[in-house]
T-cell receptor
Framework: GAVVSQHPSRVICKSGTSVKIECRSL??????MFWYRQFPKQSLMLMAT?????????EQGVEKDKFLINHASLTLSTLTVTSAHPEDSSFYIC??????????FGPGTRLLVL | GNSVTQMEGPVTLSEEAFLTINCTYT??????LFWYVQYPGEGLQLLLK?????DKGSNKGFEATYRKETTSFHLEKGSVQVSDSAVYFC???????????FGSGTQLTVLP
């Protein structure tokens, strides 16, 4: 149980385009979802916390207009990187909780912006 | 604020060797403590957790004990396998939002 999927697993896009990443909880209802960014050989950096039906809470230094987060249902959250640039290239990981404190992580999405 | 300090890597061991990865933390309140493992190209998997002082989390031969007096949660395994090669993250969870604060990660390589 407690499986979280992400789609796509890898995406390559041109600079200036927008990319949407989906995060789904497959076998539980996720009251809260988190989005992280991970640079090579580094730890995870929390970008935002998303509760179903409400606006996401962004961490300091994360541009909310650039990283749009939508958590429209209890099983789906999306992260849209708008007008992507090469510096946005990274590994994006989501996690979800069903109300408790344990977070279940997705497999990650590797974004490469050319 | 909360912080997690983890033993610097990389760590290279021979198969069947004893493993210790040190983790200490600073937190307000009463955090829960976690170890996550990340295999190459994948997301994080929960390895074990402990929610209060003196609790011992264990899974797949790995153990860690929540030591409030030393603010530590060191990860141990008595006999590592090649398949244990991965990056290990220590983390704590606290506050109403239960956000995770991660350590920097420790790369473990086990040689046959």
């Amino acid at each position: 149980g407690a499986v979280v999927s992400q789609h796509p697993s890898r995406v390559i896009c041109k600079s200036g385009t927008s990319v949407k990443i989906e995060c789904r909880s497959l076998d539980f209802q996720a009251t809260t979802m988190f989005w992280y960014r991970q640079f090579p050989k580094q730890s995870l950096m929390l970008m935002a916390t998303s509760n179903e039906g409400s606006k996401a809470t962004y961490e300091q230094g994360v541009e909310k207009d650039k990283f749009l987060i939508n958590h429209a249902s209890l099983t789906l959250s999306t992260l849209t990187v708008t007008s992507a640039h090469p510096e946005d290239s990274s590994f994006y990981i989501c996690s979800a909780t069903e109300g408790g404190e344990t977070q279940y992580f997705g497999p990650g999405t590797r974004l490469l912006v050319l | 604020g909360n912080s997690v300090t983890q033993m610097e890597g990389p760590v290279t061991l021979s198969e069947e060797a004893f493993l210790t990865i040190n983790c200490t933390y600073t937190a307000t309140g009463y955090p829960s403590l976690f170890w996550y493992v990340q295999y190459p190209g994948e997301g994080l998997q929960l390895l074990l957790k402990a929610t209060k002082a003196d609790d011992k989390g264990s899974n797949k031969g790995f153990e860690a004990t929540y030591r409030k007096e030393t603010t530590s949660f060191h990860l141990e395994k008595g006999s590592v396998q090649v398949s244990d090669s991965a990056v290990y993250f220590c983390a704590l969870s606290s506050g109403s939002a239960r956000q995770l604060t991660f350590g920097s990660g420790t790369q473990l390589t086990v040689l046959p």
